[in-house]
Each structure stands twice: as C-alpha cells, then as structure tokens.
C-alpha cells in the first residue's frame, strides 16, 4: 500500500520554510540565507520512502502588504497552495517575539488537514515551547503540534511519521529518483541569487534577478552564463564594486556551491545588466515564471 500526497509549508518570511525542505530531502536545492523574501517562487521537493512519496511546497514567505507585482506574485503562489494540497504545515518560528497573527488566522479557517511544527526549539527553553503550544492548542482543536528544528533535523522524523497518517493511498507522483519538479538551470540561477543576498547589503538582494542565458551541463567544466538584473546603473556599479572585486567574489561563492550540486567543475560567467523597475512589469514576471494574475 503506497501513499502519496502534496504538502504545502506556510509561515513568514525567514522562518525556516527552505531549511526544512532542504533537511527533509537531504539536499541544499532551496536558496537560504539570512535575510528575508529569499524565496520568491514555488518550488517542489520531493521526499521518498519504499511506501511513500511527500510532496513539499517550499512557498514564499507570507507579505503583509505587498509593494509591487513581484509580491503580489510570491502572494499568489501562497494562495494557490491553500487549493491543492492534501496537509499544509504552518512553520511557526520559537525564536521570534513579533509572530503576527493574520496568517495564523488564515490557516485556523482552512479545512484541510493541518499540523503545526514550532520550529528552532533548539534556540528556546522547554517553557517557551509549552507556553506556545498552549496558546496554539486553545486555538486549534485536536491539532498536531510539534516542535523541531529545521536545521539540525530534530524531530524532523516525528514530523514525516505524522504527515504519513494524513497522506491518501496513492502511487507515487513522480519517479523515485526525483528531488524537485524543478531543472538543475533553475536551481543555478537560484544559487547565484542565494549569494548575491549573502554578499550585498540594503535594497539589492530584493531589487535584483539572476537570468541564466547558457547552460551546457554535458561537458566538463559545466559552462553556465548569467545575467545578474538590477533596476538602477547605481546598482550595477555596486555588484561590480571598485575594480571588479564584489562581482568576483560573487562568481567565486556561486561557482564553489554549484560545483557541489553538480559534481562537477564549472565555469561560471557573470553579466550585469540594467532593467529598470522589472518588479512591476508584469510581462516580464511572466515570462520568469512568477504567477502573475
């Protein structure tokens, strides 16, 4: 008996949603970094066992007020994962003082199966965990809660124990052998950006985008070139930086992760190019693959 399912993670912005993913498949393929909004798209990871198949939706973090089509965008993704999921997880994060509650009440009114993981348990003392769990428990009803830590892997097993409970009898969805829906030219891209939030400050990790124009992985070294898009000529001289040395050190951190994902060497090479407020613009969301309504 095989079962199969879909399963959608919600939560705010930087609270663990990709570290979580990433632990449960065993691979860094989703972007993480200390800042928030680093993943803008959804994204499937894929979880397999002899008799299971769990499929994650890593989403965007949950915006308040989104500013421009890009968020409006990264919103809809949520959205449409409260229509076509067979488990959603609310990702709630221990470590933080300022959970808002708009999403929280979002997710109560939701009639799917449920469960509620308070994550970075490893950063809080055991009464913090029993004070949330029972503020969670008088607002949900008969609802699993558990705390773990997305990236040391506690309680992760209990947690994938119980969406099993959940999941409907099913043959698998996709091949075994599959970690995500998504192409290995995707997750280039997505490791660039990665870095780029990792080595800049301020507005440009939000206000760029990372194209990939060539991408020959049939050879060694693997040859990808990229387009970094940033919105202002002042931006495009910041990721260069005095004498080429932000955009080397760029190419260098991007080259050194790609290499781990591909098993390969890789010759990586870096443009920069000026497209002004290609945040809004829906046609070129679009064409990205954001879903633009």
């Known amino acids: 008996m095989h079962k199969a399912g879909f399963v959608s993670i919600l939560g705010y912005p930087n609270v663990g949603k990709s570290t979580l993913v990433n632990t449960i498949i065993g691979e860094q393929l989703m972007p993480v970094s200390p800042k928030a909004q680093t993943t803008r798209q959804r994204v499937l990871g894929i979880y397999n066992d002899d008799d299971t198949q769990i499929i994650f939706s890593d989403l965007p973090g949950w915006i308040i007020k989104p500013q421009h089509e890009l968020h409006k965008s990264m919103l809809q993704d949520i959205k449409s994962a409260f229509d076509d999921s067979d488990i959603l997880i609310y990702l709630y994060d221990l470590?933080?003082?300022?959970?808002?509650?708009?999403?929280?009440?979002?997710?109560?009114?939701?009639?799917?199966?449920?469960?509620?993981?308070?994550?970075?348990?490893?950063?809080?003392?055991?009464?913090?965990?029993?004070?949330?769990?029972?503020?969670?428990?008088?607002?949900?009803?008969?609802?699993?809660?558990?705390?773990?830590?997305?990236?040391?892997?506690?309680?992760?097993?209990?947690?994938?124990?119980?969406?099993?409970?959940?999941?409907?009898?099913?043959?698998?969805?996709?091949?075994?052998?599959?970690l995500s829906d998504r192409y290995l030219r995707y997750f280039a891209s997505e490791i660039i950006r990665e870095q780029i939030y990792y080595l800049?400050?301020?507005?440009?990790?939000?206000?760029?985008?990372?194209?990939?124009?060539?991408?020959?992985?049939?050879?060694?070294?693997?040859?990808?070139?990229?387009?970094?898009?940033?919105?202002?000529?002042?931006?495009?001289?910041?990721?260069?930086?005095?004498?080429?040395?932000?955009?080397?050190?760029?190419?260098?951190?991007?080259?050194?992760?790609?290499?781990?994902?591909?098993?390969?060497?890789?010759?990586?090479?870096?443009?920069?190019?000026?497209?002004?407020?290609?945040?809004?613009?829906?046609?070129?969301?679009?064409?990205?693959g954001y879903n633009v309504k």
């Open 95 to 178: 470590s933080s003082n300022k959970e808002n509650k708009e999403l929280l009440d979002i997710f109560s009114d939701l009639s799917i199966p449920k469960i509620i993981t308070l994550n970075k348990a490893d950063l809080v003392n055991e009464e913090k965990i029993l004070i949330t769990e029972n503020f969670l428990k008088e607002k949900f009803q008969n609802i699993d809660i558990i705390p773990i830590s997305a990236l040391n892997g506690y309680n992760v097993d209990l947690l994938i124990k119980t969406i099993k409970n959940y999941l409907p009898i099913h043959p698998p969805y996709y091949d075994k052998d599959i």
């Open 200 to 288: 800049y400050k301020e507005e440009i990790p939000y206000e760029t985008e990372v194209i990939i124009n060539n991408f020959k992985e049939d050879q060694d070294p693997v040859y990808i070139e990229a387009e970094v898009w940033v919105m202002r000529e002042s931006q495009k001289k910041i990721i260069i930086g005095k004498n080429g040395e932000m955009i080397k050190q760029l190419g260098i951190n991007a080259r050194l992760k790609l290499e781990k994902l591909l098993d390969k060497h890789v010759f990586l090479q870096l443009y920069v190019k000026v497209k002004p407020n290609w945040r809004n613009n829906k046609n070129i969301l679009k064409s990205l």
